[in-house]
């Protein structure tokens, strides 16, 4: 566990909600690497500018960082790396020689870390009861001389600030009583929502900002039964998932933008087969290789173009971990329900990106949770509109089941293969009802209507509006934003009532197709429309304008891979 | 009892003389011969004119994309392991465009049975060279000849792991049949790689070419040895061709290894509700 996250859990277990964010190089070991927590009584959605407490574990953390501090920010550093004459403007310094307990003990460099946070903890009011459990759990299979030792370590760093910073202490981190919470990223909020929706295969090829899916799911799948298997590469992940899911179980693949190229075709051929599968895309900056461990919200218009050819597509964009589980199990059932591609959007935000949710919430998902496998079949009734109008003779045992019969929905009775007594084909050519290739005019046009009626069918039927967050009728200024944009506006958002600006947020994440005559509705006359994106073209300004004609002039706009801060939003509509 | 007919779907379009009709005959008579019906299996094909049988054999199948039949398959075979899963594809089609999928399901084990039409030429396309095509073969595509010598089926699957590997000619189809019917009922990957004229495009590798430079492998010969296995192999270099079973071992398959299926396959199982169990670690 890193020990940013130790920090978020500690603040989780102690009765605060939390969100972090971690900055990392495309390297295994080097670079500069932060991890940024903000806790808080009240739900936190998104960063936070100003830093309360720094601590840093070289020189470079303060060059970097301090122009981000409060004016009465904590600073933890160790007098080895930083001399004190540069920390002139910083009112509470707090030196603790982390070099010189190491030496002084025999630790390793890597333990550092553990005397920084007992330092952290005590410089924030906190005990250290929550930080030894975690060592303990965490070094339970290591034996007692190592927990032993790293609560030491944790113990020098938490007296040098006790015995010599009193006065600096801040008691902003103390025990409260609440309710009990889990702290997950994104990626944690997909893999649990794929086990509740009993997805019974994952397939996937590591790529960064998805992979701790992919090592989540594997870690669990003795105990969940999930197959997770790591393929030799995308076309073969999808390929493979597109297999099961035909074979009945619910199947998915997760993959960055670069992975999600290569299994376009696949998209393809799910839409024409009519396969379900739900593919978890977690964007990073592109084109090509990008900055492989930041983040941007590039790649939407791509996803929704996804795939040769014309055929239905459903694509999903949850702004948080809660709504990711939701969505993730949501995005199941419409894959069974309209059995075509349904994609999840995230980006390295909300993949990698803590946030706390109460316990309770999420066993309410849980308990509301229904499973719709649509119209999956594994028995046949006598229905004469089952069989095949092929001619039967006697001699026949076998009858091809109509697998894209033309219906009212758009949406054929899917059977599981295997059943005795039936066959058909999934055909990735064009094809009759009963699965066969065809290049007939009338059959051809059959077919694409009855799978863009899919369409239709779901905008009518499990569409759903963009959430709004404040009231729009009151609201001088409404942002619109998508997917994982949705936190820092909510953050925006607080800090602009603070000023006394009146604001709301149209946030989708429904994203795609979009219902026209629905969305018009919310988009009332003579607001200020401000379009809030992680990427450089307002892909969803396009998108949006596309689909329903509304046009957003004014957008904030940002793709150097970093994600927004509230901040600059608020300097935005201040300038 | 299942019959021929219960397998025969539309008419082959296959030209006459195609070796693909000696190869549709062949599977539907290994089916019939082993007693299942065409819900018992699932085929899946690849795109050409091997992959057109989709339309000729009944079966629960997908007709998937050029190249990527295997791991389709592989998907199939995970969710359901009880049932035999067959590949029909061809050598582009395989080695081709698929050739990555392929020596990793070989690596894996993976309990499919690939039967790859090996006519020499990309036939549904009009006769450009396939992978397998013989160095300085003139077609569309290389009109100077190719310049790539011709890629090794069999010593591909064997050093890549494969633990069923024969050779086959849509000539001899009793043979083919046999070969079939022992492909499907091992456990593992097995590669049946057919020798197939194509009577078209490939004015080469004719069935006479074939007949003159086939050979069924001896009785005596041990298709455990994989270093006989591999000079077998490379007789592909004197343009002779063995047929018959010339690997085969007894290692366990990649879903033998899954403990999740190890009491009934994937697709029939009971949901995971013990949502507690995953949660702790985010507490």
Redesign the interface.
């Known amino acids: 566990m890193t020990t940013g996250l130790v920090f978020s859990k500690i603040a989780s277990r102690l009765g605060y909600h939390i969100y972090d964010f971690v900055q990392y190089p495309s390297l295994i070991r080097g670079g500069h690497n932060t991890y940024d927590v903000i806790f808080s009584d009240e739900i936190q959605s998104g960063l936070k500018w100003e830093i309360d407490c720094l601590v840093c574990l070289n020189k470079e953390t303060f060059d970097q960082h301090k122009n981000r501090l409060a004016k009465d920010a904590i600073v933890i550093f160790d007098p080895v790396d930083i001399d004190e004459t540069i920390l002139t403007e910083v009112k509470n310094k707090v030196a603790v020689p982390m070099e010189k307990i190491l030496t002084d003990l025999k630790g390793q460099a890597v333990m550092k870390n553990t005397i920084a946070m007992g330092a952290s903890l005590a410089a924030l009011g906190a005990d250290l009861e929550e930080l030894f459990k975690i060592i303990e759990e965490q070094f339970r299979k290591k034996g007692q001389e190592v927990i032993d030792f790293n609560k030491q370590l944790a113990k020098k760093g938490y007296d040098q600030v006790k015995n010599n910073y009193a006065s600096i202490i801040k008691t902003v981190l103390q025990k409260k009583t609440t309710d009990e919470k889990i702290v997950i990223t994104g990626n944690d909020a997909f893999s649990i929502g794929s086990v509740i929706a009993d997805c019974r295969i994952y397939v996937a090829y590591p790529m960064t900002p998805s992979s701790s899916v992919l090592a989540t799911l594997a870690a669990w799948q003795e105990k969940t039964g999930m197959i997770v298997r790591h393929a030799e590469d995308e076309i073969s992940v999808i390929n493979t998932a597109i297999g099961s899911s035909f074979a009945g179980v619910r199947s998915s693949v997760g993959t960055s933008g670069g992975g999600f190229a290569l299994m376009v075709e696949a998209v393809s051929l799910a839409g024409i087969t009519e396969t379900p599968i739900v593919i978890f895309l977690s964007q990073r900056p592109g084109p090509a290789t990008g900055m492989p461990t930041w983040t941007e919200q590039g790649d939407l218009l791509f996803t929704i173009n996804s795939g040769h050819g014309e055929f239905p597509k459903i694509v999903l964009a949850p702004g948080d971990v809660e709504e990711m589980i939701e969505l993730t199990g949501e995005a199941f059932n419409l894959a069974d329900i309209y059995q075509t591609p349904v994609i999840i959007m995230s980006d390295m935000l909300l993949s990698e990106s803590h946030q706390s949710l109460l316990k309770r919430r999420f066993d309410d998902i849980i308990k509301s949770y229904q499973i719709n496998r649509g119209k999956l079949v594994n028995k046949i009734s006598n229905d004469k509109a089952q069989i095949s109008n092929q001619i039967q003779s006697s001699n026949i045992k076998t009858i091809n089941f109509l697998r894209y019969q033309v219906t009212e929905d758009g949406i054929s009775p899917r059977l599981i293969p295997g059943t005795p007594g039936y066959y058909y084909q999934a055909n990735s050519y064009e094809h009759l009802e009963d699965g066969h290739t065809t290049e007939d005019s009338k059959e051809r046009i059959k077919q694409v209507d009855k799978r863009n009626k899919k369409n239709t069918s779901y905008l009518t039927g499990h569409f759903q509006t963009p959430k709004i967050y404040g009231d729009i009728k009151a609201a001088e200024i409404v942002f619109v934003a998508w997917g994982s944009s949705k936190g820092v506006v909510l953050e925006a958002q607080k800090i602009l009532g603070s000023q006394g600006k009146k604001t709301a947020l149209i946030h989708f994440t429904y994203v795609y197709p979009l219902d026209k005559e629905k969305i018009k509705k919310i988009f009332i006359g003579n607001k200020r429309y401000v379009l809030v994106e992680n990427n450089s073209d307002a892909q969803f300004g396009k998108l949006l304008q596309q689909q329903t004609g509304i046009e957003i002039n004014e957008k904030i706009l940002k793709y150097d891979g970093r994600p927004f801060w509230p901040e600059e939003i608020v300097n935005y509509l201040n300038k | 009892m ?2 021929i ?2 397998f025969s ?2 008419p082959p379009t296959w030209c006459p003389g195609c070796g693909n009709h000696g190869i549709g005959i062949a599977i539907k008579s290994a089916l019939t011969q082993m007693n299942l ?4 299996i ?1 085929v ?1 094909f690849g ?1 050409g004119c091997s992959g ?1 049988m ?2 000729f054999l ?8 050029h190249g ?1 039949s ?11 392991h009880k ?1 035999p899963v067959i590949v029909i594809a061809g050598d582009g089609d395989c080695y081709g465009e698929g050739g ?2 392929f020596l ?1 399901a070989c690596r894996g084990n993976h309990d499919i049975t690939v039967i790859v039409h090996d006519n020499r030429v990309y036939g549904l396309t009009t006769g450009q060279a396939a992978p397998t095509a013989q160095k300085g073969y003139r077609s569309k595509s290389t009109p100077s000849g190719i310049i790539e010598v011709p890629l090794n089926p069999l010593a591909l699957a064997l050093t890549q792991g494969a633990s069923f590997i024969a050779q086959t000619f849509a000539g001899n189809v009793t043979h083919l049949t046999e070969i079939i019917k022992l492909a499907v009922q091992h456990k593992g990957f097995s590669l049946v790689n057919v020798l197939q004229p194509c009577v078209t495009f490939n004015k080469i590798n004719t069935y006479k070419y074939y007949q003159e430079r086939s050979y069924l492998l001896p009785k005596e010969y041990q298709s455990g040895n994989l270093e006989q296995a591999m000079t077998k192999t490379m007789e592909l270099n004197e343009e002779k061709f063995p047929l018959g079973i010339v690997y085969q071992d007894d290692r366990p398959a990649f879903t033998d290894q ?4 190890k009491d009934g396959s ?2 029939s ?1 009971n ?2 509700t ?2 507690d ?3 702790k670690e ?2």
């Open positions: 299942s019959t007919q219960d779907g539309y019906s065409p819900s018992d699932s899946v795109i057109n989709n339309d009944n079966a629960y199948a997908i007709h998937s994309l990527r295997i791991p389709t398959a592989i998907g199939i075979k995970l969710a359901n049932n990555n999928h990793h899954l403990t999740q299926i994937l697709v199982k949901r995971f013990g949502f169990l995953i949660l985010f507490i």
